[in-house]
């Protein structure tokens, strides 16, 4: 059973850090490429950043500079570093991976920055 958790989320002022973590289970993990996705209010969820298998690493637009997405292949854990958070990044976030051609996602954690 693939079970994804996330956590870190939080109440951060305009500027500030948080580090979103998703541990795994259920999957080999180092194999699959993880990802984090975000829903704004009113919103369809997005990507925001993945990491693949090898290390590599893509990025939505609007965070590259200041988000960081990060793997622990012994930890079967994936972290997103935002740094420098804006309004526009409140809304929840949501870890993913694929195990052919089924998606599974966590249960999100809420991010809010307040301006």
């Known amino acids: 059973q693939v079970r994804l958790v996330e956590s870190g989320g939080g109440l951060v002022q305009n500027g500030g850090s948080l580090r979103l973590s998703c541990a795994a289970s259920?999957?080999?993990?180092?194999?699959?490429?993880m990802g984090w996705y975000r829903q704004a209010p009113g919103k369809q969820r997005e990507l925001v950043a993945r990491?693949?298998?090898?290390?590599?690493?893509n990025y939505t637009d609007s965070v590259k500079g200041r988000f960081s997405i990060s793997r622990d292949n012994k930890r079967n854990t994936v972290y997103l570093q935002m740094n420098n958070l804006e309004p526009e990044d409140t809304g929840v976030y949501y870890c993913?991976?694929?195990?052919?051609?089924?998606?599974?996602w966590g249960q999100g954690t809420r991010v809010t920055v307040s301006s």
């Open positions: 259920g999957i080999n993990f180092k194999i699959h490429t």
């Open positions: 990491i693949h298998s090898s290390g590599s690493t």
């Open positions: 993913n991976t694929n195990r052919g051609p089924d998606p599974f």
